[in-house]
């Protein structure tokens, strides 16, 4: 069974899926709707069709299983619910039949709400999947959360007792949108999120994200926002801490910070030239609260730096110590990203923050086996023409075919983020799985396939990445890396999450 969470109209979420006399799959679906974060939760149910077990008492345990679960409504469809209507709790509608429903519920009804659906095939709930959901792009990132939770599983397993794992979602957690992992995350029971502003940490709360949130690059005009949200800034500089001062003190509330110290990034950072000052403004100011001290390594993932990083890691621990006694204070240090955790087990320290291979990508290609690709990114071929040989194909016509060829146009181009780089045979997509080269240069919202001698049909789905071709791949071929490929994917392609 595979549980999908896909945007729906008015802001709804829906989980959809057919419905076939598997009492428990019931029962994984309506706890997967428990465990979705905020908003509203509803069950549409058809009638349940179980012979096995005695009617009065089925739907009585469906109605245990709701409740138990927090679901906020029902609406159930079919003669059986009608009949067992009064043995439901929870605030609930009924409609004999799917048409019914259809014809008298208004779709305005449904907002902020995330809707799980599930009937038995008689029922044809695609029908009401269909009403309720966004009308979309077909150009979808589809997202695996259980590929999610075994690479948090996997990272997991390298910590030492007791380190701390704070994990980083920032840029909508590489490009697969910063909720949805989030909250598998919170699930997961993570120590940290991190965030790179303060808007996308703002996204997090307002979806009801309580883990705490360490945002890395907070501008003034967002301190407000940082109390307000509850959220916990890097501060990296004496000019930033300083106004961070002068706003606190005109509040009631004191703040969590955390302290980035440059060991050789060159990037954000205290220095040790600003230990004095930083540590004589820090001792006057209680209301600021230092709770960790963190660096961040130049180049973890390869061993021509190995030297380098010892170098890092040790500047790090000297200035963080020194910062420690002066204030009197014990706080959590943290160097190690992905690579690291794999290279450098023994800077693991009291913290570690995990980011690329949370998304599958490990960072020095040593245990690249042990990850699972977490997302696939699809779309579909709009059109399918012949072309003559020496005939050109797309803008600046520098696609010629050099054969009398087949030639797919797909609905995905540089403005979804499928890089133009890409253009003139760069990269093949998987085309009902055979590769079919990118033919001429890409366009905005399209691009063109060379599909000569697949069988493949207008509508059939063509995958951009996913396991072949992989991220990596698509990198390697334009002389990138995946975290690009990843994070460029924009907001109108569409993000599916399931877990099987
Ligand atoms: C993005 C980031 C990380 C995570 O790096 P990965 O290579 O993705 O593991 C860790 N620390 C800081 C400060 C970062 O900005």
Redesign the pocket.
Known sequence: MRLGLKKGINNCYLIDGSFNNDLSGLQRAIEFLKNQPGQTKCVILSDIHQSDIEEKELYRWLNEILVENQIDTMIGIGEEMIRNASLFSIESEFFKTTNQFLNEKLTENFKNEIILIKGTRSFGFERISNVLSEKTHRTVLEINMDAVTHNLSFYKSKLKDGVKL?V?V?AAA?GSSGFEIANLLQINQVDYL?V?FVDEGVELRKHGIETPIMV?NVAPESFSNILKYNLEP?VYSLGQLKQLIDFINNEEKGIKIHI?IDSGMRRLGFEEKHYDELTTILKENPSIQVVSI?S?LAG??EEKHNDFTKAQVEQFLLLADKIEKALKIHTIRHI??????IRFPEFQLDMI???????GFE?CQLVQDELRPISTLKTVISQIKNVKKGETIGYSRVGVATQDARIATIDIGYADGFLRAFSNGKISLLVNGKPAPVIGNICMDMCMLDITGIEANEGDEVIVFGKNPSIKELADAIDTIP?EILTNISSRVTRVFYTN
């Open positions: 704070m980083m920032k590489y991190a790179a890395m890097e980035e963190y961040h973890a993932d190690l990203n992905s690579a690291g955790i923050r995990l980011g690329i291979g949370l998304y960072a975290y």
